[in-house]
């Protein structure tokens, strides 16, 4: 896959003048902090990207000159261990924020799942812009803060449950991240396959599609079109997901 500044010209990729006063999903962002004035300002450094499914938009290790806020469709973030393997570190949706880096380079890889529109900041111009700003820096470190915990609870998930307490935490991880971009929770929407959900997991596909029958067959969920899981039983689920 070639570096993202190559794959914005490739044919259903496209930028423009991004429209911040008209952003759908603005109060989950970076600029909720931002009253009308400031965004504007902000506004002069960003640009839009629209990226169809499965392109890479950096990869870790590349320069991080940029960093993104999603405003529409699903990313992932992704590191390849040294045997080859894929270990999938969060999804990220409307609102979400990535590309934040310790250092000048990405430490891991950033792809869509479905089309995508992201907004891109260059980083040196953000930087100055957060001089300016301090508040947003601060809104920044809200960010990062929200992420560390989202490893932490990803830890837990991959260190210490059964692969029906994965699964079960991951139906209401999205339940309750639609719930707060105030979307329905409920048919909960799996727009990422079966081996997108196993790499995050650390389970196998098979294992995957095995234990959605297995909640399937015990009533607790079912599985709708469009890739849709209902959540039949949600106080099961959520015993299911605490291993009681």
């Known amino acids: 896959m070639p ?6 010209s490739m044919t259903g990729v496209g930028v423009d003048v991004h429209p911040c006063g008209t952003c759908p999903v603005r109060p989950l962002t970076v600029c909720a902090v931002l009253d009308d004035e400031e965004i504007s300002r902000l506004a002069d450094i960003v640009q839009t990207v629209r990226v169809d499914a499965q392109h890479t938009i950096f990869s870790e290790g590349d320069p991080a ?3 993104f806020n999603v405003t529409s469709g699903t990313a992932k973030l992704y590191k390849l261990l040294p045997d080859g393997r894929r270990q999938i570190t969060g999804f990220l949706f409307g609102g979400d924020f990535m590309g934040l880096s310790v250092n000048e380079r990405y430490a891991y890889t950033a792809e869509t799942v479905s089309a995508t529109t992201i907004c891109r900041f260059a980083r040196r111009k953000l930087d100055t812009l957060m001089d300016e700003f301090p508040k947003l820096q601060r809104r920044l470190f809200s960010l ?8 932490q609870d990803q830890m837990l998930l991959l260190g210490r449950k059964t692969a029906r307490e994965k699964i079960a935490s991951f139906l209401i991880m999205l339940s309750d991240r639609a719930a707060r971009r105030g979307q329905r929770d409920n048919p909960v929407a799996l727009p990422m396959g079966r081996a997108d959900i196993a790499d995050y997991l650390g389970l196998t596909t098979e294992t995957v599609s095995r234990t959605f029958t297995q909640l399937k067959s015990s009533g607790v969920i079912s599985l709708l079109e469009n890739n849709r899981v209902d959540l039949i039983d949600r106080t099961a689920i959520h015993e299911i997901a605490e291993g009681v």
């Open 65 to 67: 000159t940029n960093v």
């Open 144 to 151: 990062a803060s929200t992420e560390l915990a989202a490893a």
């Open 3 to 8: 570096p993202f500044d190559m794959v914005r």
